[in-house]
């Protein structure tokens, strides 16, 4: 490395935030990526707000906190998107014929002579986090900016009328970078945020994009000439998923496979047709991940123990209810990393496979070829398995096979959709399975739900107001926790998520009362008299241990409680 201008530590020493030995070691590092100020930010010796208000105040620049500071419109039309991204530069203002930017490293001489030229105008500068500034950036000019003011400069892809769509030369889009960028920024933007699934949806005026992050929905800010390029956008899609974009009437699925920050992540693609175009939906399903470890799902002591001691047994059924999206599968997993043992062997049949699991045989279903559940757990059946997850009971004909399965010896994890736990036997005997039989091969019912996580950074302890608490009894403690909002959790008060639980036990009782064709209403009451706790119940604990909060709480839990 060469030596650095004395000046430099000069500039460093004045801030009064470092040693020597600091400064030297901030010198000595890499500058190549985000200069002075990403390494003292990579270095964690200050935080980078900090550093770069006190070096403000030594070079006699301004600092700007653009949390609460708005651009011009002026400005943020003066300067072009492509400069914008590529100086990491926000337009804050036009004074006295200068246009004002913020930069997050003022050493960076490149950055205000390629804004100078850009503008025509001079340039002052005002300093602001680096991650702050992209984060305006995609604030105010949209993801996939700079490619979409690209592709309008070239013409290439302004589709404005239906006659037009077919003319569009697929060949030639597909080796174009310009709109391939901009696919690949906005899913790269989804796995950044960690959204589940990308919603591409074509209105009367603009192409609406929209991401699924802890089960919500998210508009994502572009660029307001994205309507523009709608046709090209969700071709370039089917072509990544290998459909056919001559076809625009019918609904179609695909898959797209691709790499990102060294992880493989699977999407599956689904298209139907809409009043004013196709719209996409995405689901990212990442192929390899960290398996959630059965301790780590947050049950309570007594579901912990339960659990561990039915995925253990030798046989039996065990099914995981709940409406899409509340985690059962991740529960499945989570059961069999934890026996996952190499003297057993696992089969598993699902549709998708979220996550590739070594040490495990996975099927994938394909109805359109005639591999279903129920064919693929005949399959099992003859491959010597020990344990079988079918990833859904849709129909008699599989309920059939997995009973039969778990009453010669197998041990079977499948899921339901119901409600509650309760509720499983009553699905299983409508599907057309005996009660006797249900009630010999099912060993115990988990039902969930996923809530949103408080931020631990911005959670706020408030009074329980008593109209809250619906539970018998005093409540345990007088306050919960409420949601704020910081930077950390994009100003929503939630980041993560996790799961409520209800897990029932299919005890003598129980399994007597399954044969007698009793309610799933008396079936849950003998439940919750022999130590069940509901999913509201489960749910409290989880609000006042400050995981989740009471609206969050009422929002998922409102039709089982």
Not at 180 to 194: K, L, M, P
Not at 265 to 277: E, F, L, M, N, Q
Not at 320 to 328: I, N
Not at 472 to 496: E, H, M
Request: aromatic share 6%; net charge negative; proline share 5%.
């Amino acid at each position: 490395m060469t030596d650095q201008p004395p000046f430099l530590t000069a500039l460093l020493k004045q801030t009064g935030l470092f040693t020597d030995a600091q400064i030297a070691r901030i010198l000595a590092s890499d500058l190549s990526e985000g200069g002075i100020p990403g390494a003292v930010t990579r270095l964690e010796l200050a935080k980078p707000a900090d550093f770069l208000c006190r070096l403000a105040e030594v070079l006699g620049f301004g600092y700007v906190d653009l949390e609460h500071t708005r651009p011009t419109d002026e400005a943020l039309q003066l300067l072009p998107a492509r400069a914008v991204y590529q100086y990491a530069a926000l337009p804050l203002a036009i004074e006295d014929g200068a246009l004002r930017v913020a930069l997050s490293d003022p050493f960076d001489t490149a950055a205000p002579d390629g804004i100078r030229a850009a503008s025509g105008l001079s340039v002052r500068v005002s300093l602001a986090p680096a991650e702050e500034i992209d984060k305006a950036i995609r604030k105010y000019y949209g993801v996939g900016a700079e490619a979409i003011e690209k592709m309008i400069e070239d013409g290439r892809y302004e589709v404005t009328e239906e006659a037009n769509i077919s003319k569009i030369d697929v060949n030639e889009m597909g080796q174009e970078a310009s709109i391939v960028r901009f696919v690949n920024q906005i899913i790269a933007e989804a796995d950044r945020e960690g959204a589940t699934d990308i919603h591409v949806e074509p209105m009367e005026t603009e192409l609406r994009i929209r991401y699924r992050i802890d089960g919500m929905l998210h508009k994502v800010d572009v660029p307001p000439q994205l309507n523009r390029l709608k046709a090209a956008i969700i071709s370039r899609l089917k072509v990544m998923a290998n459909l056919d974009i001559a076809e625009k009437r019918l609904p179609m699925d695909g898959r797209i496979g691709i790499r990102l920050n060294n992880e493989d992540i699977d999407i599956r693609v689904s298209t139907c047709p809409t009043a004013y175009g196709e719209s996409v939906s995405l689901r990212l399903l990442q192929k390899a991940g960290n398996f959630v470890r059965l301790a780590d799902l947050g049950m309570s002591e007594r579901d912990y123990a339960l659990t561990n001691r039915l995925i253990t047994r030798p046989n039996g059924i065990i099914l995981v209810t709940g409406p899409t999206g509340s985690g059962k599968s991740t529960s499945l997993y989570a059961f069999l990393h934890e026996i996952n043992k190499v003297d057993v062997r696992i089969m598993t049949a699902e549709d998708p496979i979220e996550y590739e699991m070594p040490g495990i045989n996975q099927v994938l279903v394909r109805s359109d070829i005639g591999l279903t559940f129920a064919r693929a757990l005949r399959a099992f059946l003859r491959q010597d398995p020990d344990i079988i997850m079918v990833g859904e009971i849709r129909d008699g004909e599989t309920a059939e096979i997995a009973i039969n399965a778990a009453l010669t010896g197998h041990l079977v994890f499948s899921t339901l959709h119901t409600n509650d736990a309760a509720g499983a036997f009553a699905r299983l005997v409508d599907m057309g399975a005996e009660p006797f039989l249900v009630s010999s091969a099912v060993a115990g019912v988990l039902a969930q739900r996923l809530v949103r996580r408080l931020c631990p950074k911005c959670r706020a302890k408030i009074p329980l107001r008593r109209e809250w608490w619906d539970q018998p009894g005093d409540p345990p403690q007088d306050f919960v926790y409420a949601p704020v909002g910081c930077d950390a959790c994009a100003r929503t008060g939630y980041k993560g998520r996790g799961a409520v639980f209800e897990l029932l036990e299919v005890t003598e009782r129980i399994g007597s009362m399954v044969i007698a064709r009793r309610s799933s209403a008396e079936i849950r009451k003998a439940a919750l008299e022999e130590g069940m706790a509901t999913l509201r119940q489960d749910g409290w604990r989880k609000v006042f241990s400050g995981f989740t909060s009471v609206e969050e709480l009422i929002r998922v839990t409102e039709d089982a409680r």
